[in-house]
């Protein structure tokens, strides 16, 4: 586990210990787990999902950057939402 920020000019939108985390870089998709290899990215604006204790939880993201540590992920990124799932 590790913990997941995503931040936007209007305050934090999400602050949750999360299992793994996958999101749109410039470069391409990429996902997060605990103890990955530090680095820092650009954001391209688009879906990204996280899963904490099992479930699958989805969100929509702006553009921004993204801060990736062995224990932490900060996205800092223009707009953030959760996004609904129909079950």
Same mark, same amino acid.
């Given at each position: 586990?590790?913990? /997941?920020?995503?931040? @936007? !000019?209007?305050? #934090?939108? &999400?602050?949750?210990?999360?299992?793994?985390?996958?999101?749109? *870089?410039?470069?391409?998709?990429?996902?997060? /787990?605990?103890?990955? @290899? !530090?680095?820092? #990215?650009? &954001?391209?604006?688009?879906?990204?999902?996280?899963?904490?204790? *099992?479930?699958?939880?989805?969100?929509?993201?702006?553009?921004?950057?993204?801060?990736?540590?062995?224990?932490?992920?900060?996205?800092?990124?223009?707009?953030?939402?959760?996004?609904?799932?129909?079950?």
């Amino acid at each position: 586990m590790f913990l /997941l920020e995503i931040v @936007t !000019p209007a305050g #934090t939108v &999400l602050e949750e210990e999360v299992s793994s985390f996958n999101v749109l *870089g410039v470069m391409g998709e990429f996902g997060a /787990l605990t103890g990955h @290899t !530090p680095f820092l #990215t650009a &954001l391209k604006a688009g879906d990204a999902h996280y899963v904490k204790n *099992g479930d699958v939880e989805y969100l929509i993201l702006g553009k921004g950057f993204a801060e990736v540590t062995e224990k932490r992920v900060t996205c800092l990124v223009d707009t953030a939402q959760k996004k609904r799932t129909s079950k």
